[in-house]
């Protein structure tokens, strides 16, 4: 079923994703990147997509009361990263955040629907712009994918770019694995992510 919108997919399971890309979003400070299970991909034979698993940390190195060097890492992304280039700009930058995760100022854009506030925060460059891309049928759907998975997340659009981050943790490490093989209900689980970021490269105004 994937095939029938991914096209020429291919999966690296030792490669990382470049950590470029990643940084210069500037989601969060850290010190340490890992990067593996990386996947390229088209889909509809006409927007190119990279996915892979990140985990990005801060190491923290201090003095406790005794005069004791000591050393704290702290998680702060664990999940998969997909970068999506469409075949048209919004000429416009969109985040859309989870609820209370970031400082938005200004740019702070208030939405039609409660419900969906319940869940994120939107910040657009150009309100008009945000308010065209998200329709009261593409709120629903974002709210019923986090209701249905449980997996939070959140999107960043800029001009023919879309970024997503499922803040899934790990979703192929060994102790995942039945018998060698994903379980169903995490084959189900990634069958309808993936459905979910092809519907997200949809999105147009």
Same mark, same amino acid.
């Given at each position: ?49 990279? *996915?892979? #698993?990140?985990?990005?940390? !801060?190491? /923290? $190195?201090?003095?406790?009361? &005794?005069?004791?060097? %000591? ?67 593409? *709120?629903? #759907?974002?709210?019923?994918? !986090?209701? /249905? $998975?449980?997996?939070?997340? &959140?999107?960043?659009? %800029? ?47």
């Amino acid at each position: 079923m994937i095939g029938n919108f991914y096209n020429n997919l291919e999966y690296f399971p030792q490669k990382p994703m470049p950590e470029y890309i990643y940084r210069q979003l500037k989601y969060e400070y850290y010190n340490h990147y890992k990067s593996d299970d990386y996947f390229e991909a088209q889909i509809d034979n006409k927007y190119s997509i990279q *996915m892979a #698993e990140i985990l990005t940390q !801060e190491e /923290k $190195t201090y003095k406790d009361s &005794d005069g004791n060097t %000591k050393t704290e890492t702290i998680t702060k992304f664990h999940g998969l990263f997909t970068k999506i280039v469409m075949d048209k700009s919004i000429n416009s930058e969109v985040r859309i955040m989870q609820n209370g995760m970031a400082m938005l100022g200004k740019d702070r854009l208030k939405m039609d629907s409660s419900e969906f506030e319940k869940y994120f925060d939107v910040k657009a460059s150009n309100p008009i712009v945000g308010m065209q891309l998200l329709t009261a049928d593409i *709120m629903e #759907e974002l709210i019923e994918f !986090e209701d /249905k $998975t449980n997996i939070k997340y &959140d999107i960043y659009i %800029k001009n023919n770019e879309l970024y997503l981050r499922f803040h899934s943790g790990a979703m192929f490490e060994v102790g995942k694995l039945k018998n060698g093989a994903l379980d169903k209900a995490m084959i189900q689980k990634y069958f309808y992510m993936l459905n979910f970021t092809y519907n997200l490269s949809l999105i147009h105004i």
